[in-house]
């Protein structure tokens, strides 16, 4: 019984990550309406850039109390509990970019629109079904060659394959958090896209005989 992993590479296709508006106002009103037009021009922004009404999905709408100072009496005890002094909203909408070149472009756009908090960027494939049976050959040639190697040591020969057991697969990754800053206009944000993997775990089962 061999256990092997095998590996597909690939460039990624795919960015996928959140842009985050945070609106502060004095009700929970004021806070969500602020939000409300300010996530709007943001959307508005994402079509321009190019991005699919599919690929751009509201992920998280969260509204809080904002908390002011306890009032602290001359011998340190608190003499006033923090009171509600605000109230924070935040609307997140995660985005598929599928022009990986222009996406440095899209996150500065983003930002001179209001996005004050992106997450991301995790690239992916759109479609990893290659890469996943790249990865699948190379574990069997992996495996195969082992067991050749194992039944050469023990003066044995590889017979058949009696059972395969496949395990893993293709996880795309997820985006990492990040604080957005005010872009210079002069220039975009520059985007590396690497490569992404796809794995494959396999148990192989070989009959050996004399």
């Given at each position: 019984t061999i256990t092997t992993e095998g590996k597909g590479t690939r460039t990624p296709d795919l960015a996928v990550f959140t842009a985050c508006v945070v609106s502060e106002g004095k009700t929970a009103s004021?806070?969500?309406?602020?939000?409300?037009a300010a996530m709007t021009k943001v959307i508005a922004?994402?079509?321009?850039?190019?991005i699919a009404d599919k690929d751009i999905q509201t992920s998280q709408i969260n509204l809080n109390p904002v908390y002011g100072q306890p009032v602290i009496g001359p011998n340190g005890q608190v003499?006033?509990?923090?009171?509600?002094?605000g109230y924070q909203a935040s609307n997140s909408v995660t985005i598929r970019s599928r022009?990986?070149?222009g996406f440095g472009k899209v996150l500065d756009a983003l930002v001179a629109s209001g996005s004050n908090q992106i997450n991301g960027p995790a690239f992916q494939m759109s479609d990893p079904r290659a890469a996943m049976d790249e990865a699948r050959d190379d574990a069997m040639k992996q495996a195969r060659a082992r067991a050749d190697l194992y039944a050469k040591a023990a003066g044995l020969r590889v017979v058949r394959i009696v059972s395969i057991s496949e395990g893993g697969g293709y996880s795309p990754p997820q985006p990492?958090?990040?604080?957005?800053?005010?872009?210079d206009a002069s220039s975009s944000s520059p985007i590396a896209a690497g490569?992404?993997?796809?794995?494959?775990?396999?148990?192989?089962q070989f009959?050996?005989?004399q």
């Open positions: 004021e806070a969500l309406a602020a939000n409300a922004t994402l079509k321009k850039a190019g003499v006033q509990e923090p009171r509600i002094i022009d990986i070149k990492v958090y990040a604080m957005a800053k005010m872009a490569e992404v993997e796809a794995q494959v775990s396999l148990t192989v009959e050996l005989a």
